[in-house]
């Protein structure tokens, strides 16, 4: 069984103060590691696909990053709009398009 | 840019209603699924679709079905609610990576 496990639950910062998100996993053989963003009231919005070890990808101040255990989203410099609830998620080849959501890490940036 | 279209941002119901909910994507996905997220469990899949009339079961079912007559739309229904379907609910739609998800529709069970 799939298992996803982000960490911290909540994680408050000034802005400015970079910080990272984790995201650790257990799957069998994986599909796709998955990032997304949520507002209060919204639906989840896709942020980054990683597929192998060793893989970056970045968007303004976000930064995701893949080992074979867990992945980092990295936040440079944050500003108050990046305030939002961070989805993790994977999939693995056998269960076809389903995914495994953690259950995410809520961050706050006070100007 | 998909669109999923979830009918209702708010919904109150009365237990022991049959709730509907509805989901429409405008992109031709062949895949949609039924999420629940509350605080502590994260998103659960409920149902998911790979085909018209084709439907499997998530990881919580129980209290659930759904009907995908048409590839555009999937509906969640709720046979007989109860308090403890209170939830917000997602609909997603998939065909090449990644899912896109709709607003969500927050459901009220009293």
């Known amino acids: 069984e799939d298992q996803v496990t982000q960490s911290p639950e909540a994680l408050r910062l000034q802005e400015g103060e970079s910080s990272s998100l984790n995201c650790s996993y257990t799957?069998?053989?994986?599909?796709?590691l998955f990032w997304y963003r949520q507002d209060p009231g919204k639906g989840p919005e896709f942020l980054f696909t990683l597929y192998s070890a060793g893989e970056e990808k970045e968007k303004e101040r976000l930064k995701a990053t893949l080992t074979k255990k867990e992945s980092f989203l990295h936040i440079t410099a944050p500003k108050p709009e990046d305030s939002a609830t961070y989805l993790c998620a994977v999939g693995n080849p056998t269960s076809g398009s389903r995914l495994t959501f953690g259950e995410g890490t809520q961050l706050t940036v006070n100007p | 840019d998909v669109k999923v279209t979830q009918s209702s941002r708010y919904l109150v119901k009365r237990t022991g209603e049959k709730v509907f909910l509805e989901c429409v994507q405008d992109?031709?996905?062949?895949?949609m699924f039924w999420y629940r997220q509350d605080p502590g469990l994260g998103l659960r899949l409920i149902y998911f679709s790979y085909d018209v009339k084709m439907k499997e079961k998530g990881d919580i079912p129980e209290g659930y079905s759904v009907s995908r007559e048409k590839k555009e739309r999937f509906s969640l229904i709720l046979e007989s609610a109860s308090t403890n379907q209170t939830s917000m609910y997602l609909c997603a739609t998939h065909s090449n990576q990644p899912q896109h998800f709709g607003d969500g529709t927050r459901l009220s069970i009293l």
């Open positions: 799957v069998s053989g994986l599909r796709g």
């Open positions: 992109m031709d996905h062949e895949n």
